[in-house]
């Protein structure tokens, strides 16, 4: 036993010396190549002396980072994160500084602006040399993983200490079934393909199961129902409510709360997270204790909101800092010559990519990946029972640039590299994990609505309405997880500035609402659910204009004659009671359909009008009435079938012949995968399951 501690000590002395010489080295590199950087008297010095200077700058430089640096970030908890990031070079070149000044020689001289590019180097060289150190030496890494994980034992916590397994749930958003599918057998994704495949003379460990979502394809809905076990009158990403006079939106913090408020008024339980979970990059928290970046908790003030925390448990180390600072600016450049590209090749479809969308890129692909991915590494070494974590890069990317573009495909490469991470780290964990990976929904690719018919789903409305047309038109908003975590992130208020909130308009104008290729419309004036007769009545022309518009698959109305009717082109109209998969208006938007649309339709806040896009099934297209050109949120195509990745060791998602269907029975297998792990390690059948329950 004391020879092991004496080669650990041994080992990690080398490590640090190898780190000390190899940051010596490139400050004295820097100090020949920058003419403000100095590590010798103006007189001049001998080659010794400036070798000495620079390695006692090296040595107080990485104390000072490992010791000052943690406290720094403590300091300007009231920053906003986003800006905290910006702050990394500013503080490392001060560090840097400060370094020189207590060097024994006194002799180092550095210009502001010329340490901050000093100390950044030097950090990342540092970090790089570290982590490839760590590599090399498994066994160092996995001592290193233990000693994280000792440190939280050590507090106190005595989850580590158990034996049984926990469960770890990663989201990739918005990637399809197919799309997966596809990537894995073009070699993107090779972590996944070999779970997928044999190993060893063994069996695949994970198996890719294909379900369906319910009609409103997006992440508020699904997540909720994942997490939550309900996404009952949730009827698209966002709606207007009449008796609040409010648009709810999924991705604002407010209304993220309240979904979750009515979620759990709704079950009666607390979450799938409940039991001592974690819930990292979400739009709820699912119960869990402990969260990171969840815009339902958003709204909260004081200590006990702990949404925020995940960005400085990861800023408060200089390395990641560094690191993720010279990413983000690196995947800016990036986005800029990827959509000048796309210009310069008039790339169809295609949407504006200019804006301070460069930005919320970056920080959907880099930062917020960068910090779920660690606090994920924590939760695991934690041993906690339940970790749920969304990655949003995929998302965001492939609405501006398509869900199979290369910017996509690049995108789904880093994620497999994170993915593959994760399973390493599973390897030295103080108890063994089940890594489930699954999409909350897919994305259909398609041109805009206004690209292809030069206006709005909300002009067309107007004139249906006979109300006069802007001869300018309007953008519609995108909304996407990423802007509002970005806005979180920099906490500016999400609930100002949000025309959709409380919609300035005559009060007898309709409000028209996007989701994806999901249109809604609403009349504020009246306080039910309009009719299709009351609005025959009102707007003779409204009802007919959409449904026999070829950007329009069909349109779904409430009726007094038949409870509610789905129209169609030609005037086709079929009640909800009496309509069926593959015929009449829904011929070609797949199974399910007709069920998802009468499960919509008995929501007490579903739009007067509720308008599915055109679809075609043969290039499975579709026309977003958002600016995307990847789309999600109604019916058509790959946007309502994501995938679920899951270990063999756990039950077979359904029975054979059977589908998945719906973020609420997807909520009940994973209870019963947790209620797997926490008891008899065999496991269980979908009817032994019942009987458990």
């Not at 009060?507 to 609402?513: G, K, S, W």
């Not at 204009?545 to 789905?566: I, W």
């Not at 077979?652 to 269907?661: I, M, N």
Request: hydrophobic share 40%; with cysteine; glycine share 10%.
């Amino acid at each position: 036993m004391g020879q092991e501690r004496w080669r650990r000590l041994i080992s990690g002395v080398g490590r640090s010396a190898t780190v000390w010489a190899v940051s010596t080295a490139t400050m004295l590199v820097l100090a020949g190549l920058l003419p403000d950087f100095r590590l010798q008297s103006a007189a001049g010095d001998s080659v010794t002396r400036i070798a000495l200077t620079a390695a006692a700058g090296a040595g107080v430089f990485g104390l000072l980072s490992s010791l000052v640096w943690p406290l720094l970030v403590r300091l300007l908890l009231l920053v906003p994160a986003l800006v905290l990031g910006l702050l990394v070079f500013f503080l490392n070149g001060s560090l840097l500084l400060l370094a020189l000044r207590l060097t024994p020689s006194g002799q180092g001289e550095a210009a502001p602006e010329t340490a901050v590019v000093v100390a950044a180097v030097m950090s990342a060289v540092a970090s790089a040399t570290g982590g490839a150190l760590a590599v090399r030496d498994d066994a160092a890494y996995g001592r290193r993983l233990y000693r994280l994980a000792a440190r939280r034992r050590r507090r106190g916590d005595d989850r580590a200490g158990r034996r049984t397994p926990a469960v770890l749930f990663i989201q990739l958003d918005g990637v399809g079934h197919d799309v997966l599918r596809a990537a894995v057998d073009k070699g993107l994704m090779p972590a996944v393909a070999s779970w997928l495949g044999p190993r060893d003379g063994q069996g695949p460990s994970h198996r890719l199961t294909c379900w369906r979502t319910d009609w409103s394809s997006q992440t508020g809905a699904s997540q909720l129902g994942i997490l939550h076990g309900s996404n009952h009158d949730v009827p698209a990403f966002r709606w207007y409510e009449k008796e609040h006079r409010e648009v709810m939106v999924c991705n604002r913090p407010a209304s993220a709360a309240e979904l979750q408020r009515r979620a759990i008024e709704r079950t009666g339980d607390g979450g799938l997270l409940a039991g001592d979970g974690a819930s990292r990059g979400n739009l709820f928290s699912g119960g869990a204790d402990e969260v990171a970046l969840v815009l339902s908790v958003v709204v909260r003030r004081g200590r006990e909101n702990r949404s925020r925390a995940g960005y400085f448990a990861y800023f408060s180390d200089p390395a990641n800092a560094v690191r993720t600072a010279l990413s983000f600016l690196a995947e800016v450049f990036r986005e800029i010559a990827e959509s000048t590209r796309a210009r310069l090749t008039r790339q169809r479809p295609r949407v504006k990519r200019g804006g301070l969308y460069p930005l919320v890129r970056a920080f959907a692909t880099v930062v917020e990946r960068d910090v779920v991915v660690a606090a994920v590494i924590g939760d695991m070494l934690a041993g906690r029972n339940a970790v749920y974590a969304d990655l949003v890069a995929y998302d965001e990317v492939a609405h501006h640039s398509g869900p199979h573009s290369r910017d996509a495909e690049k995108v789904l490469r880093r994620l497999d590299r994170c993915l593959a991470l994760l399973a390493q780290v599973a390897e030295h964990t103080p108890r063994p994990y089940r890594i489930v990976v699954l999409s909350d929904h897919g994305q259909s690719p398609g041109e805009t609505f206004r690209t292809r018919y030069g206006l709005s789903l909300a002009n067309l409305v107007r004139a249906g309405c006979g109300l006069p047309v802007p001869r300018r038109v309007e953008r519609t908003h995108s909304g996407t997880e990423a802007r509002a975590a970005v806005r979180a992130a920099l906490r500016r208020p999400v609930e100002a500035g949000g025309e959709e909130r409380r919609p300035a308009r005559r009060h007898d104008e309709p409000v028209v609402l996007a989701s994806g290729n999901l249109g809604l419309v609403s009349f504020p004036d009246v306080p039910h659910r309009m009719t299709k007769e009351e609005i025959d009545r009102r707007h003779p022309a409204l009802l007919s204009t959409l449904a026999n518009h070829p950007g329009v698959g069909f349109v779904l109305v409430r009726s007094e004659e038949h409870d509610g009717v789905v129209l169609g082109a030609f005037d086709a109209e079929v009640p909800v009671g009496r309509l069926a998969d593959g015929s009449g208006p829904l011929a070609g938007f797949g199974p399910g359909a007709a069920d998802a649309v009468r499960r919509t339709h008995s929501f007490p806040h579903t739009a007067d009008i509720m308008v599915n896009s055109w679809y075609d099934p043969v290039e499975g297209e579709v026309l977003a009435f958002e600016e995307q050109i990847g789309s999600h949120g109604g019916l058509g195509g790959a946007q309502a079938r994501p995938f679920l990745l899951s270990p063999v060791t756990l039950s077979a998602p359904e029975e054979e012949g059977a589908e998945l269907v719906g973020a609420e029975q997807v909520h009940r297998l994973f209870r019963r995968w947790l209620r797997e792990c926490d008891g008899p390690q065999v496991p269980l059948s979908a009817t032994e399951d019942e009987r458990v329950a």
